[in-house]
Protein backbone atom coordinates (compact mmCIF):
# COMPACT_ATOMS: atom_id res chain seq x y z
CA UNK A 1 0.00 0.00 0.00
CA UNK A 2 1.27 3.22 -1.12
CA UNK A 3 0.73 5.87 1.70
CA UNK A 4 2.00 8.94 3.19
CA UNK A 5 5.13 7.86 5.18
CA UNK A 6 5.24 9.22 9.23
CA UNK A 7 8.18 11.65 9.79
CA UNK A 8 11.68 9.43 10.89
CA UNK A 9 12.15 9.03 14.56
CA UNK A 10 15.95 7.97 15.22
CA UNK A 11 17.70 7.96 18.82
CA UNK A 12 15.66 11.93 19.69
CA UNK A 13 18.00 12.62 22.68
CA UNK A 14 21.43 11.87 20.75
CA UNK A 15 20.97 13.02 16.99
CA UNK A 16 19.23 16.63 18.76
CA UNK A 17 22.80 17.12 20.65
CA UNK A 18 24.60 16.85 17.59
CA UNK A 19 22.79 17.10 14.19
CA UNK A 20 24.35 20.24 12.38
CA UNK A 21 23.92 21.45 9.03
CA UNK A 22 27.80 21.87 9.02
CA UNK A 23 28.62 18.37 10.12
CA UNK A 24 30.73 17.30 7.17
CA UNK A 25 34.43 16.88 6.30
CA UNK A 26 36.09 18.70 3.50
CA UNK A 27 33.80 18.60 0.64
CA UNK A 28 35.24 18.84 -2.92
CA UNK A 29 32.42 21.04 -4.23
CA UNK A 30 29.73 22.87 -3.02
CA UNK A 31 27.92 21.92 -5.93
CA UNK A 32 28.88 18.26 -6.33
CA UNK A 33 26.52 16.13 -4.70
CA UNK A 34 27.89 14.05 -1.35
CA UNK A 35 26.08 12.45 1.37
CA UNK A 36 27.61 13.00 4.78
CA UNK A 37 27.26 10.15 7.69
CA UNK A 38 24.27 9.99 9.28
CA UNK A 39 24.37 12.02 13.17
CA UNK A 40 24.13 8.45 14.93
CA UNK A 41 27.02 7.20 13.49
CA UNK A 42 28.93 9.95 14.66
CA UNK A 43 30.19 8.43 18.00
CA UNK A 44 31.64 5.12 15.98
CA UNK A 45 33.70 7.85 13.78
CA UNK A 46 34.73 9.60 16.29
CA UNK A 47 35.87 6.55 18.65
CA UNK A 48 39.91 5.58 17.76
CA UNK A 49 38.35 2.11 18.22
CA UNK A 50 35.55 2.16 15.90
CA UNK A 51 32.87 0.56 18.55
CA UNK A 52 29.55 -0.07 17.17
CA UNK A 53 28.01 2.73 17.71
CA UNK A 54 24.47 1.27 18.93
CA UNK A 55 26.22 0.44 22.00
CA UNK A 56 28.36 3.48 22.19
CA UNK A 57 25.16 5.60 22.10
CA UNK A 58 23.75 3.36 25.25
CA UNK A 59 26.58 4.70 27.19
CA UNK A 60 26.80 8.24 25.51
CA UNK A 61 23.21 8.50 27.18
CA UNK A 62 24.65 7.56 30.37
CA UNK A 63 27.44 9.84 30.22
CA UNK A 64 25.46 13.24 29.80
CA UNK A 65 22.81 12.12 32.56
CA UNK A 66 25.75 12.01 34.87
CA UNK A 67 27.08 15.00 33.26
CA UNK A 68 24.11 17.52 32.35
CA UNK A 69 26.17 20.36 31.71
CA UNK A 70 28.47 18.51 28.85
CA UNK A 71 27.09 20.18 25.59
CA UNK A 72 27.59 20.06 21.53
CA UNK A 73 27.62 22.87 19.27
CA UNK A 74 25.16 22.62 16.30
CA UNK A 75 27.70 25.02 14.72
CA UNK A 76 30.49 22.91 14.24
CA UNK A 77 32.54 21.43 11.31
CA UNK A 78 33.03 17.51 10.95
CA UNK A 79 36.28 17.27 12.51
CA UNK A 80 35.20 19.95 15.56
CA UNK A 81 32.22 17.87 16.24
CA UNK A 82 34.53 14.93 16.60
CA UNK A 83 36.85 16.27 18.95
CA UNK A 84 34.34 17.70 21.36
CA UNK A 85 33.20 13.64 22.26
CA UNK A 86 36.84 13.61 23.75
CA UNK A 87 35.77 14.41 27.67
CA UNK A 88 32.99 11.31 26.62
CA UNK A 89 36.01 8.93 25.83
CA UNK A 90 38.03 9.94 27.98
CA UNK A 91 34.97 8.87 30.95
CA UNK A 92 34.19 5.81 29.28
CA UNK A 93 37.98 4.84 29.15
CA UNK A 94 39.93 6.23 31.55
CA UNK A 95 40.35 2.70 34.03
CA UNK A 96 40.30 5.49 37.15
CA UNK A 97 36.79 6.96 35.90
CA UNK A 98 35.10 4.11 33.51
CA UNK A 99 31.51 3.32 34.25
CA UNK A 100 30.00 -0.31 35.42
CA UNK A 101 28.13 -1.87 33.34
CA UNK A 102 25.14 -1.06 31.65
CA UNK A 103 21.70 -2.62 31.66
CA UNK A 104 21.26 -2.99 27.63
CA UNK A 105 25.27 -3.50 27.43
CA UNK A 106 28.31 -4.39 29.35
CA UNK A 107 31.55 -3.22 28.62
CA UNK A 108 33.02 -6.34 27.64
CA UNK A 109 29.73 -6.62 24.88
CA UNK A 110 31.23 -2.57 23.93
CA UNK A 111 34.55 -3.41 23.51
CA UNK A 112 34.19 -6.69 21.74
CA UNK A 113 32.24 -5.38 18.90
CA UNK A 114 33.90 -3.41 16.24
CA UNK A 115 33.35 -1.67 12.94
CA UNK A 116 36.39 -2.02 10.52
CA UNK A 117 37.56 0.68 9.11
CA UNK A 118 39.73 1.38 5.65
CA UNK A 119 42.16 3.89 6.39
CA UNK A 120 43.68 4.03 2.99
CA UNK A 121 43.23 3.54 -0.59
CA UNK A 122 45.52 0.58 -0.40
CA UNK A 123 43.56 -1.03 2.22
CA UNK A 124 40.35 0.04 0.08
CA UNK A 125 41.71 -1.45 -3.40
CA UNK A 126 40.18 -5.03 -2.99
CA UNK A 127 36.78 -3.41 -3.33
CA UNK A 128 37.42 -1.00 -6.17
CA UNK A 129 35.65 -1.58 -9.02
CA UNK A 130 34.69 1.08 -12.15
CA UNK A 131 32.63 0.81 -14.93
CA UNK A 132 34.05 -0.36 -17.99
CA UNK A 133 33.30 0.78 -22.02
CA UNK A 134 30.92 -2.14 -21.94
CA UNK A 135 29.18 -1.01 -18.73
CA UNK A 136 30.29 -3.70 -16.92
CA UNK A 137 31.39 -3.76 -13.11
CA UNK A 138 35.10 -4.49 -13.32
CA UNK A 139 37.89 -4.81 -11.03
CA UNK A 140 40.19 -2.15 -10.95
CA UNK A 141 43.32 -4.55 -10.63
CA UNK A 142 42.18 -7.98 -11.33
CA UNK A 143 39.99 -6.47 -14.37
CA UNK A 144 37.10 -9.88 -13.34
CA UNK A 145 33.90 -9.07 -13.75
CA UNK A 146 31.99 -8.46 -10.33
CA UNK A 147 29.11 -11.36 -9.08
CA UNK A 148 27.75 -10.17 -6.12
CA UNK A 149 25.86 -12.52 -3.58
CA UNK A 150 22.32 -13.24 -4.63
CA UNK A 151 20.24 -10.76 -2.43
CA UNK A 152 23.41 -8.41 -2.97
CA UNK A 153 26.58 -6.49 -1.30
CA UNK A 154 27.13 -2.74 0.14
CA UNK A 155 28.12 -0.22 -2.33
CA UNK A 156 29.55 3.47 -1.94
CA UNK A 157 29.95 5.21 -4.80
CA UNK A 158 33.05 7.79 -4.52
CA UNK A 159 35.18 10.03 -7.58
CA UNK A 160 33.44 7.80 -10.03
CA UNK A 161 34.67 4.18 -8.79
CA UNK A 162 32.16 2.04 -6.99
CA UNK A 163 33.38 0.12 -3.83
CA UNK A 164 31.79 -2.84 -3.22
CA UNK A 165 31.90 -5.67 -0.54
CA UNK A 166 28.96 -7.78 1.75
CA UNK A 167 27.90 -6.33 4.38
CA UNK A 168 29.31 -8.22 7.80
CA UNK A 169 26.65 -7.85 11.11
CA UNK A 170 27.45 -11.44 12.45
CA UNK A 171 31.37 -11.01 12.82
CA UNK A 172 33.38 -8.91 14.48
CA UNK A 173 34.81 -6.52 13.21
CA UNK A 174 31.62 -5.70 11.21
CA UNK A 175 31.96 -4.12 7.58
CA UNK A 176 28.99 -1.16 7.19
CA UNK A 177 28.80 1.66 4.78
CA UNK A 178 30.81 3.56 6.93
CA UNK A 179 34.06 0.77 6.66
CA UNK A 180 35.34 1.83 3.15
CA UNK A 181 35.92 5.52 3.69
CA UNK A 182 36.21 5.95 7.64
CA UNK A 183 32.73 7.72 7.46
CA UNK A 184 34.11 10.46 5.14
CA UNK A 185 31.51 11.68 2.89
CA UNK A 186 30.34 9.70 -0.33
CA UNK A 187 28.09 10.42 -3.22
CA UNK A 188 26.10 7.55 -3.18
CA UNK A 189 25.69 4.80 -1.03
CA UNK A 190 22.87 1.66 -0.87
CA UNK A 191 23.28 -2.56 -1.75
CA UNK A 192 23.48 -3.19 -5.16
CA UNK A 193 23.30 -6.89 -7.11
CA UNK A 194 25.37 -7.32 -10.05
CA UNK A 195 25.87 -10.59 -12.22
CA UNK A 196 29.07 -11.28 -13.86
CA UNK A 197 29.62 -7.20 -13.92
CA UNK A 198 26.03 -6.52 -15.38
CA UNK A 199 24.13 -4.49 -12.78
CA UNK A 200 20.52 -5.82 -11.77
CA UNK A 201 19.26 -4.00 -9.24
CA UNK A 202 19.29 -1.08 -7.00
CA UNK A 203 18.46 -0.33 -3.52
CA UNK A 204 19.05 2.99 -1.95
CA UNK A 205 19.34 1.78 1.40
CA UNK A 206 22.40 2.42 3.66
CA UNK A 207 21.55 3.20 7.14
CA UNK A 208 24.87 4.82 8.04
CA UNK A 209 24.14 7.54 5.02
CA UNK A 210 20.67 7.38 4.36
CA UNK A 211 20.29 8.91 0.53
CA UNK A 212 17.92 11.25 -0.23
CA UNK A 213 16.20 11.53 -3.38
CA UNK A 214 18.41 13.80 -5.47
CA UNK A 215 21.45 11.31 -4.50
CA UNK A 216 19.47 8.48 -6.08
CA UNK A 217 18.53 11.21 -8.91
CA UNK A 218 22.73 11.70 -9.16
CA UNK A 219 23.57 7.87 -8.93
CA UNK A 220 21.38 7.41 -12.02
CA UNK A 221 22.33 10.33 -14.17
CA UNK A 222 26.26 8.62 -13.75
CA UNK A 223 24.77 4.73 -14.58
CA UNK A 224 23.31 6.64 -17.38
CA UNK A 225 26.65 8.55 -18.33
CA UNK A 226 28.19 5.44 -18.38
CA UNK A 227 25.70 3.96 -21.16
CA UNK A 228 24.01 1.89 -18.97
CA UNK A 229 20.53 1.02 -20.46
CA UNK A 230 18.39 2.31 -17.34
CA UNK A 231 15.66 -0.03 -18.79
CA UNK A 232 17.26 -2.92 -17.41
CA UNK A 233 18.50 -2.03 -13.86
CA UNK A 234 15.73 -2.54 -11.25
CA UNK A 235 15.48 0.19 -8.72
CA UNK A 236 13.59 0.13 -5.65
CA UNK A 237 11.57 3.34 -5.19
CA UNK A 238 9.83 3.14 -2.03
CA UNK A 239 10.95 6.23 -0.13
CA UNK A 240 10.27 7.69 -3.38
CA UNK A 241 6.94 6.77 -3.60
CA UNK A 242 6.37 7.00 0.38
CA UNK A 243 5.82 3.34 0.34
CA UNK A 244 4.48 2.65 4.00
CA UNK A 245 6.57 0.58 6.61
CA UNK A 246 4.30 0.62 9.20
CA UNK A 247 2.60 -2.24 9.83
CA UNK A 248 -1.32 -2.76 9.46
CA UNK A 249 -1.97 -2.13 12.66
CA UNK A 250 -1.77 1.42 13.86
CA UNK A 251 1.65 2.98 14.92
CA UNK A 252 2.33 -0.22 14.78
CA UNK A 253 6.45 -1.44 14.14
CA UNK A 254 8.17 -0.62 10.63
CA UNK A 255 8.64 -3.43 8.98
CA UNK A 256 12.20 -3.84 7.24
CA UNK A 257 13.31 -1.88 3.79
CA UNK A 258 14.07 -5.43 1.86
CA UNK A 259 10.43 -6.53 3.29
CA UNK A 260 8.86 -4.02 1.83
CA UNK A 261 10.88 -3.19 -1.76
CA UNK A 262 8.80 -1.42 -4.57
CA UNK A 263 11.13 -1.90 -7.86
CA UNK A 264 10.68 0.50 -10.71
CA UNK A 265 12.34 0.28 -13.81
CA UNK A 266 15.82 2.78 -13.55
CA UNK A 267 14.56 4.81 -16.28
CA UNK A 268 11.17 5.12 -14.74
CA UNK A 269 12.48 6.32 -11.63
CA UNK A 270 14.95 8.94 -13.02
CA UNK A 271 12.17 10.09 -15.05
CA UNK A 272 10.10 10.80 -12.28
CA UNK A 273 13.36 12.52 -10.16
CA UNK A 274 13.51 14.43 -12.71
CA UNK A 275 10.71 15.84 -13.27
CA UNK A 276 10.14 16.10 -9.90
CA UNK A 277 9.69 19.91 -8.47
CA UNK A 278 13.10 20.46 -7.29
CA UNK A 279 15.01 20.56 -10.20
CA UNK A 280 18.62 19.92 -10.23
CA UNK A 281 20.71 22.20 -12.92
CA UNK A 282 21.81 18.97 -14.10
CA UNK A 283 24.31 19.16 -16.68
CA UNK A 284 26.60 21.54 -15.43
CA UNK A 285 26.68 19.48 -12.25
CA UNK A 286 27.16 16.28 -13.70
CA UNK A 287 30.30 17.21 -15.03
CA UNK A 288 31.77 18.41 -11.99
CA UNK A 289 30.26 14.90 -9.96
CA UNK A 290 32.36 13.13 -13.06
CA UNK A 291 35.85 14.49 -12.39
Not at 130 to 149: A, D, F
Not at 226 to 241: G, W, Y
Request: aromatic share 12%; proline share 5%.
Amino acid sequence: MIQSSDKTKPDDTFINSISSPLCVRDTPSEEMPVITIDPRSLLEVADDKHRYGKNLRTYFKEFTTLFPDFQLSHYQSFNEKLESFRPFFSWLDDSDRRPNDLKDCSLQALDGDRVEYLETELDRMPYKYYINHEGLLEHVVSHELLTTQPKGDMFVLKDSFFYINEKRTKTIPRFHHSSFFGGDFVNSAGIIIVEKGKIKVVYPHSGHYRPLDRHLLWLLLFLQQQTINLSTVKVDAQRIFKVSRHAEKENGPKSKKMDCVYLLPGNVVLDFLRSASYHLPLTSNLNLFLL
